[in-house]
C-alpha cells in the first residue's frame, strides 16, 4: 500500500512539475490571447537579467503580444489538434540610457529571453510613463520663479494644480525629450481644467527631471468656479425630465458566443 501510494504522489509531482515548466506558447487557447500578468513578470525578469538587475534607468513604455503572423495562425486554427500553436513573442519599447529600445521577448521557451534588441533612431519618443507625468507635474511647486508667479497673482498654492502636455515635433534633426506643464487652480471646484492659471508656460525635460524653461508672459483673472463642477452631490434638482424604460428581449438566447478571448 505505502508503495502504491508513494508512486501515486511521483506522477502526481511529476505532472505539476510538466505544467509549471511548459512554455507559455501551449497555456493559450488562442494565439492571440493578450499576455497574462504572470507573462508580463516573466518579460520583465528577462529584460532585467539583459540589462544588469540593477538598472535603476531602464523605463518600460510599452509592453504588448507580438502578433504571429496570419498564416501561421490560419495553419494552426486548421490542424489545432496535431500542430504546437505559434511561439508566443511580446514587443517592449523601453528606455535605457536616454535611448529607446525596441525588443522582441521569446516566450515559448522555458526561460523566455530577448530574441531581438535594435536602438531605435528615427523621430519621436515611447508613449508617456504615468510615473514620469506625476513626477513632472510635481516640479513646480519647489520651483522659485513658479512661487513667485503664483504669489504675484494672490492665489493659494494648495489649490494649485498642474498637468503635463506633449510639445509636439515640427521637423527639429534631433529634439530633447520634453514635455509642456500648464497650472490651474481648484478652488471651489475639483473641474480644474474650467480655472487655467494663464500666461505661464513651463518646459520639462523628462531624462533630467528638471524644468528647462520657464515663461510668466502675462497675468490675468482666473475664471470663476461657479457652474464648473459636474458631480451629483454638488448639483441641484430639479434634473430634468425622466427617461421612459426600455425592455430588450432574447427569448433564445443571444445571438452570439463568448468563449474565453474569442466572440463567435
Known sequence: MASTCSASLSLLSITLFSFLISPASSLHE????????????????????????????????????????????????L??????????????????????????VDLSSHRPSIVSKEVYHGNGFPMLTLEEQTAASDLPRTHDQFIRSIEKRGLNMS???????????????????????????????????????????????????????YHDRFATTVPTAEDTEYRLEKQNPPFGPHLKGAAIVQPHGPGFEIKGHTIR
Open 30 to 77: 488562442h494565439p492571440l490571447d493578450p499576455l497574462t500578468p504572470e507573462e508580463f513578470s516573466l518579460i520583465r525578469h528577462a529584460v532585467m537579467r539583459s540589462y544588469g538587475a540593477s538598472s535603476e534607468n531602464v523605463t518600460f513604455h510599452y509592453v504588448g503580444l507580438d502578433e504571429p503572423d496570419k498564416p501561421l495562425i490560419y495553419s494552426w486554427m
Open 79 to 104: 490542424n489545432q489538434t496535431d500542430k504546437m500553436p505559434p511561439p508566443r513573442r511580446a514587443s517592449v519599447v523601453l528606455r535605457f540610457h536616454e535611448q529607446t529600445h525596441e525588443l522582441i
Open 159 to 213: 489649490d494649485v494644480v498642474c498637468a503635463c502636455y506633449t510639445v509636439g515635433w515640427y521637423g527639429e534633426p534631433r529634439s530633447r525629450r520634453v514635455m509642456k506643464v500648464l497650472a490651474y487652480y481648484t478652488n471651489g471646484t475639483v473641474n480644474f481644467y474650467m480655472r487655467p492659471i494663464e500666461g505661464i508656460v513651463m518646459v520639462v525635460d523628462l531624462e533630467l527631471m528638471k524644468i528647462v524653461k
